[in-house]
C-alpha cells in the first residue's frame, strides 16, 4: 500500500504513526487521521455480500472537509472478490495494497485540497470499479495533482 501511495503521490512525504502510539507531545504542521476499517489482510476470506456502499469517505461539516477520513479494507476486498480469488497469495496481497492505495489517495485528494468535488477521470473520481482497482495503472489527472501540490505548498512536507 505504502509503494503505491508514494507512485501516485510522488512528491510527498508521508510519516506513517500509530494513534495508539500517540503521546500528545509530537508537533507536526499538518496531520492527517485515517481509520482503516475491517480486515486489511489479504489471507484473509473475502467478506459476504453486504449493502452497497463507498469504500472509503472524508468528513465534512459545514462544507468544510475535515482532516478525517477512513478507509474500508472489507468493502474493498468485496469488490476485488473475483480478482482475489485466482491470484496467489503474493498477489493478492499486491493487489490489495494496490487499492487501499488508491482509495487512501483518493481520501488524501480531498483532505489536501479541500475539495468536496470530484473529476470526470482518475484517481478523483466519485467511484471505482474493481478492474480500476486492480489494474496496474490508475493515477490523478494532472489538473488533480496541480491541485494537490499547490495546496501542499503551504505547510505540507514535500521531496
Known amino acids: 500500500m505504502k509503494a503505491e501511495l508514494h507512485t ?24 492527517m487521521v485515517v481509520k482503516f476499517t475491517g ?3 489479504s489471507d484473509v ?3 459476504p455480500v453486504s449493502p452497497p456502499g ?33 491470484a496467489s497469495p503474493l498477489e493478492r496481497g499486491r493487489i490489495l495494497g ?14 489536501l485540497t479541500k475539495a468536496t468535488g470530484h473529476a470526470s477521470r482518475g484517481l478523483a473520481k466519485p467511484f471505482y470499479t474493481a478492474e480500476d482497482l486492480a489494474m496496474e495503472h490508475l493515477r490523478f489527472e494532472d489538473a488533480q495533482l496541480d491541485l494537490i501540490r499547490q495546496s501542499c505548498a503551504h505547510g505540507m512536507h514535500t521531496d
Do not use: N
Not at 510519516?15 to 507531545?25: F, I, M, Q
Not at 463507498?54 to 469488490?79: M, S
Not at 494496490?98 to 483532505?111: K, S
Open 39 to 41: 480486515s486489511c489482510e
Open 54 to 86: 463507498a469504500l472509503g469517505w472524508t468528513y465534512v461539516t459545514r462544507g468544510e472537509v475535515l482532516p478525517f477520513a477512513e478507509v474500508d479494507c472489507d468493502k474493498i476486498r468485496e469488490l476485488l472478490g473475483p480478482h482475489l480469488a485466482g
Open 45 to 47: 476470506p473475502v467478506p
Open 98 to 111: 494496490r487499492a487501499m492505495a488508491r482509495v487512501l489517495a483518493h481520501e488524501l485528494y480531498h483532505c
Open 8 to 31: 501516485v503521490l510522488p512528491s510527498l512525504r508521508f510519516e506513517w504513526r500509530s494513534l495508539e502510539a500517540a503521546d500528545g507531545t509530537e508537533v507536526v504542521d499538518q496531520l
